[in-house]
């Protein structure tokens, strides 16, 4: 886009913000991962620089799920406008029950890793393992843990719009996501 789209205004107040928002209420810690702390210093969390430096996103969740505190890891990307606090609620809950280390919905795009619950002792040595066997992609490590796919049923029963996982990525989208969150304001 040209630009930081996690800084980016959005209906106001920068986009990463509003993720922020949309998760406090269910977040017994925040945490950011960021390459320039000093950009995002003003939203007062802690910030944690890739512990795998170029390694994309997959260097950005292990760094997420090694620097948290807790046993229970929810990691939502900050272009996710309609991150779902609800959804996430509900994996935790599945992850706890079925004793499961990742949950996570798998779309017509492919499987969701930037909004999906983890368990961190099993997920931060299987991610550690694939990077160092130059393994870089998201997904690569996923048959090292136990995963539970959410179904089409359980993802739409908490989030009836499917738009939990509408990232953008163009300033079309980020246009269109503001319409969306403006005409429905309960999103």
Not at 49 to 61: E, Y
């Amino acid at each position: 886009m040209g630009e930081d789209k996690a800084l980016k205004p959005f209906l106001g107040r920068p986009l990463v913000q509003r993720v922020i928002e949309r998760l406090r209420p269910i977040a017994d810690e925040l945490i950011m991962t960021t390459n320039r702390p000093e950009d995002y210093a003003s939203f007062n969390l802690p910030l944690f620089t890739d512990l795998k430096p170029g390694r994309g996103a997959l260097g950005g969740l292990y760094t997420a799920l090694y620097s948290a505190k807790y046993p229970v890891v929810a990691v939502a990307a900050c272009d996710m406008p309609f991150a779902n606090a609800e959804l996430f609620k509900a994996a935790s809950e599945i992850m706890v029950k079925e004793e499961a280390d990742v949950v996570i919905a798998q779309t017509e795009a492919g499987y969701e890793p930037l909004h999906a619950v983890y368990r961190r002792k099993t997920c931060v040595p299987a991610i550690e393992a694939a990077i160092d066997s130059g393994q870089w992609r998201v997904n690569e490590w996923f048959p090292q843990v136990r995963m539970r796919l959410l179904t089409p049923d359980e993802v739409r029963r908490y989030d009836p719009n499917g738009l939990a996982f509408l990232n953008i990525n163009t300033p079309e989208g980020f246009a269109q996501a503001e319409r969306q969150a403006q005409e429905s304001p309960h999103l």
